[in-house]
């Protein structure tokens, strides 16, 4: 013979009824708490894959609090691709190079300072006439007054 064990009927055999009534209410505050944990995890997961993606991820961390599951399927229905969020990554890059080149190039002070002499006192010939060109430091170039040209 199969004996089933069922809850209600063991809860029901205590005598005492507040005591029942306490572990009907903790089974009740369990069972509303485990969809708030699901939610918690639901907007969580779309914060961290926003911003992943470039989107605003404090957004849809309140959209997946507000919205629950019905958040998630809005998130997962409009995201963008990954694949579009890299090429729009290498675009932005390729426009805006990174700090670290113009770090490498120095400003033409201190390109003078390691060179032998300031380029007021070197001589240079220009390329098209063969006259001395004479450097005008504040456009940092080369003039040829026969030319009457930068270089």
């Known amino acids: 013979m199969m ?14 009824p507040e005591l029942f009534d306490g572990v009907c209410a903790g089974a009740f505050c369990f069972i509303w708490i485990i ?20 989107e605003n991820g404090i957004l849809w961390l ?21 694949a579009e ?18 770090q490498q190039q120095q400003p033409p002070q201190q390109q003078y300072k390691q060179q032998q002499q300031p380029p007021q006192q070197q001589h240079r010939q220009c390329p098209a006439c063969g006259s001395q060109m004479r450097h ?9 007054d026969n030319c009457q040209s930068y270089k």
């Open 3 to 16: 004996t089933s064990i069922n809850l209600t009927n063991i809860l029901m055999q205590i005598d005492d």
């Open 35 to 54: 969809p708030v944990i699901i939610g918690i995890i639901i907007a969580f997961w779309m914060y961290k894959d926003a911003e992943k993606r470039d």
């Open 62 to 82: 309140i959209i997946g609090l507000v919205l629950g599951i019905i958040g998630l399927i809005i998130w997962l229905v409009i995201r963008p691709d990954m």
């Open 85 to 102: 969020v890299e090429r729009k990554r290498q675009q932005k890059h390729q426009q805006y190079p990174p700090q670290q080149q113009y």
């Open 136 to 144: 005008i430091d504040q456009y940092d170039k080369w003039y040829c």
